[in-house]
């Protein structure tokens, strides 16, 4: 019998047809050899399949289904994964080749934690690349986070692309929960942050494209992921961490529904976002009405065009 790889790379894919032939080789040109990569076909409707199949790797297997979403489509792949370790990669994001070797170096250090992530950078408004940054004490080495929350108040430790994960421990969390609209990855971070041990590992590896448009301002995405804070409740009741951090996203989540005229589920989310918990900027840009939220805006990618960058988090 063949031995499993050490790595299963799972790709949901629906409608990436501009971008998945970038990310398939990015992973095909990983420096650490030993994985198989299993996509998701999403019942897409554009060419995306037939830039797929433009990249010839005996490890790349096909599963064709109707559209059921992101979060369904991630099971699913990791149900058809062969090895015990998962890495995630979005149909629109970029590996550097040393991701996966960077990902082996941390589970050979922590063989007993459920999941790592690499650092990454945020791909932004016309190619402009931008580390993310952390709010933890800076290290050299793969470490175990003592505090999710804490160290992910600027940029998150874990995004989808970045991490690699135990599988065995992450159908006993439950895996992706595809009743929620927007927002299954942070859902899915939470219950990894309370119940598990996450390693983070210094070294960049991978990018996360934010100039891909995505569905944050649809009203009923929003609704859907209030309601997932809300879902965590009693755990920020006891944890100081999760409540601050959950605050910051409440506060973020409030900011796009003011910029979508989304009065009702700005005014539930209103009471819940104790101003203690923001720094001054972030105060002013709640207190501001939309227009001049979007002349910020403007200014913002403006800073970003020009090699600056500003975020209300720091």
């Known amino acids: ?15 990436k047809a501009d971008h998945v032939e970038n990310t398939l080789q990015s992973v095909i040109n990983q420096s650490f050899k030993d994985f198989e990569v299993i996509i998701i076909d999403d019942g897409s409707t554009d060419d995306s399949l037939n830039k797929v199949k433009l990249i010839k790797d005996k490890r790349i297997q096909v599963y064709s289904q109707k559209n059921c979403g992101a979060a369904e489509s991630r099971n699913i792949g990791i149900k058809k994964a062969t090895a015990q370790f998962i890495a995630l990669i979005d149909a629109d994001d970029f590996w550097y080749p040393n991701h996966l070797e960077e990902h082996h170096k941390s ?12 650092a990454y950078q945020l791909k932004l408004l016309n190619a402009k690349l931008i580390d993310a940054i952390y709010n933890t004490p800076p290290k050299n080495e793969p470490h175990i986070i003592e ?18 994960f135990n599988k065995t421990d992450f159908i006993n969390l439950g895996g992706y929960n595809p009743n929620i609209l927007s927002g ?3 859902d899915l971070m939470i219950r990894y942050g309370i119940h598990k041990t996450i390693v983070f590992n210094p070294t960049i590896t991978c990018y996360y494209d934010k100039s891909v448009p995505n569905s944050l301002s649809k009203t009923n995405h929003q ?36 910029l979508a005229s989304n009065q009702a589920t700005f005014k539930t989310l209103l009471p819940q976002i104790d ?11 709640l207190s501001m009405p939309k ?3 979007i002349l910020m805006k403007k200014l913002y990618y403006f800073f970003i065009n020009n090699g600056i960058y500003i975020s209300s988090y720091k």
Do not use: G, W
Request: one cysteine or more.
């Open 223 to 258: 609704i859907s992921k209030e309601q997932l804070f809300s879902n965590f409740s009693e755990h920020e009741k006891k944890n100081l961490s999760l409540h601050h951090y959950l605050i910051l996203n409440r506060y973020s989540l409030a900011i796009q529904c003011k």
């Open 291 to 293: 227009d001049i939220i």
């Open 275 to 285: 101003k203690k918990h923001l720094n001054t900027k972030q105060r002013i840009i």
């Open 107 to 118: 589970i050979l250090k922590f063989p007993n934690a459920s999941l790592f992530s690499n």
């Open 184 to 186: 299954q990855d942070l």
């Open 147 to 164: 505090d999710y929350f804490k160290a992910s108040t600027i940029h998150p430790i874990a995004m989808t692309s970045s991490i690699a």
């Open 1 to 15: 019998m063949r031995k499993p790889p050490f790595f299963s790379v799972v790709i949901p894919l629906y409608n």
